[in-house]
Nanobody
Framework: QVQLVESGGGLAQAGGSLRLSCVAS????????MAWFRQAPGKEREFVAV????????VYSDSAKGRFTISRDNAKNTVYLQMDSLKPEDTAVYYCAARSVGGYSVDEIGYQYWGQGTQVTVSA
């Protein structure tokens, strides 16, 4: 079992930056995929970025590509999401997710473990 805890959310102005962190505890395997999703009020949860613990492969949503960077520190069981050039439309609760099998997914159904979420608010 894996427990995930996000941190780093807060208030930023358009064009600013934030860095989110997700610390995993419990039984964790190097091949597990780790991802970030977000959910704005009245909208469904959407994929943001994913990274594999094993090979370091990354995939980004179109909205995140070029502005966000996902990275990992396997020794610390921590995944980061560096968010630059923030826009008001980035406002959402951001969730960290872990996939309990090899590979990764861009669909929330592919993840079994979820953090509590951290609020990101971007003002115009």
């Amino acid at each position: 079992q894996v427990q995930l805890v996000e941190s780093g959310g807060g208030l930023a102005q358009a064009g600013g930056s934030l860095r989110l962190s997700c610390v995993a505890s419990g039984r964790t395997f190097s091949s597990y995929g780790m991802a970030w999703f977000r959910q704005a009020p009245g909208k469904e949860r959407e994929f943001v970025a994913v990274i594999t613990w094993n090979g370091g492969a990354t995939v980004y949503s179109d909205s995140a590509k070029g502005r966000f960077t996902i990275s990992r520190d396997n020794a610390k069981n921590t995944v980061y999401l560096q968010m630059d050039s923030l826009k008001p439309e980035d406002t959402a609760v951001y969730y960290c997710a872990a996939r309990s099998v090899g590979g990764y997914s861009v669909d929330e159904i592919g993840y079994q473990y979820w953090g509590q979420g951290t609020q990101v608010t971007v003002s115009a």
